[in-house]
């Protein structure tokens, strides 16, 4: 099956465009919709070359404090030799537009759209786009956690349609998650999959718990509970979600609401400095 997924153009909106937008931003959650990802959100890095990106995600205290999200635009011929500042942090990629060749210890890997890669702490890799178009992809960050006796997996590299669905049980096959890596491999700490809706398919409770999310929506719409809100949502929106943030949704039709999710997982809660 032939998938789609948004990827955000840029641009800048004409003089005559109406201010009112759906953005908004509050102590439990942000809703960033497509339409702010402009050439003047758009911001770069140290040492990539032909990139921008758009900053969907930062750590932020009393807030979403364990990733950052990023939606990158790489030129052809543009990329990174030195991807990443930070040892300690891992990287999830999933390409929505073009194609990019990711590079691990000299072995390189074609990721075409819908394409998915998590690399681990540390890993010596590089990104570049070779094609003829621009290449756009998530990426998401987090600072690894070990867990004494677990090793760090090894690096992932898949893609959305060579991962079978699992369908939530009791739900028709209403309610589905594409999941790239095997959720009892205590080893990762995040989770990054894809959550797909059939049309008319819901989350049926308020789901209410630790973790942390950042939702972009990669095709249809749906409205969308966040703490004691209804929004509209739909394809290049995204959705950041701070722990214990009341959430649950009804897809919209006409096609399937798909979306990309991080989360935190599978570690003891941060407690904080010991009394001395």
Request: charged share 15%; proline share 9%.
């Amino acid at each position: 099956m032939t998938r789609s997924y948004y990827a955000p153009p840029g641009g800048h909106p004409p003089q005559t465009q109406l201010l009112t937008d759906r953005a908004v931003f509050k102590t439990a959650y942000a809703v960033i919709p497509k339409g702010t990802l402009r050439d003047i959100t758009a911001s770069v890095l140290p040492h990539w070359q032909e990139t921008r990106l758009w900053v969907l995600a930062r750590p932020m205290t009393g807030f979403a404090e364990t990733f950052s999200q990023y939606v990158m635009e790489v030129a052809p011929g543009g990329g990174s030799d030195r991807p990443e500042a930070d040892a300690g942090a891992q990287a999830a990629l999933f390409v929505v537009e073009g194609a990019v060749t990711v590079t691990l210890d000299g072995t390189a890997h074609a990721l075409g759209q819908g394409g998915y890669a998590w690399l681990p702490p540390g890993a010596a890799w590089t990104l570049r786009n070779q094609g003829d178009v621009p290449a756009r992809f998530h990426w998401i960050r987090k600072r690894y956690v070990p867990a004494e006796g677990i090793p760090v997996p090894a690096a992932v590299f898949t893609s959305d349609a060579e991962v079978t669905p699992s369908v939530m049980p009791d739900t028709n096959g209403a309610w589905a998650t594409t999941r790239f890596v095997d959720p009892a491999d205590l080893g990762h700490d995040m989770h990054v999959t894809i959550v797909t809706f059939q049309p008319g398919g819901v989350i049926p409770f308020l789901e209410t718990h630790v973790m942390e999310h950042g939702l972009y929506v990669l095709e249809g719409k749906a409205v969308y509970r966040l703490n004691d809100d209804w929004v509209e949502v739909e394809a290049g929106d995204f959705m950041w979600l701070r722990a214990f943030c009341p959430q649950a949704c009804y897809a919209g039709g006409p096609g399937p609401f798909r979306y990309l999710l991080y989360k935190d997982v599978n570690r003891h809660a941060a407690l904080g400095t010991p009394w001395t």
